[in-house]
């Protein structure tokens, strides 16, 4: 199974964020790492051309999961597995 999808930062795409069985990869978008004004996602994973591979989800993404009470809603109302963190995070 694979699932991507694309990242934003300021409303500007800087990279695809893609699963597949062996994990996760992060790749910046070429026009995103040409401007020197366009910061990095996160300080964890600077501006890079080599993609940034993890077995598990990057931490800087699952911090961006909602928790508790609000996940619970999130995934009933979006028919989500809690544990589906990638899942999650494509969907809100």
């Known amino acids: 199974m694979s699932r ?3 990242v934003f930062n300021n409303d500007r795409l800087a ?3 893609e699963e597949s069985d062996s994990g996760y990869k992060f790749t910046y978008d070429p026009e995103y790492l040409a ?3 366009a910061g990095p996602v996160c300080f964890a994973m600077p501006k890079r051309r080599e993609s940034y591979f ?3 989800l990057f931490p800087f993404f699952h911090g ?3 928790e508790g009470v609000i996940s619970q809603i999130q995934c ?3 028919k989500l ?3 589906d963190y990638f899942g999650r995070i494509l969907k809100t």
Do not use: C, Y
Request: aromatic share 0%; no cysteine; glycine share 4%.
């Open 15 to 17: 990279a695809v964020i």
């Open 64 to 66: 961006l999961l909602s």
């Open 76 to 78: 009933r109302k979006l």
């Open 81 to 83: 597995d809690e544990d």
């Open 54 to 56: 993890s077995e598990k």
């Open 35 to 37: 401007d020197p004004s």
């Open 4 to 6: 991507k999808g694309r």
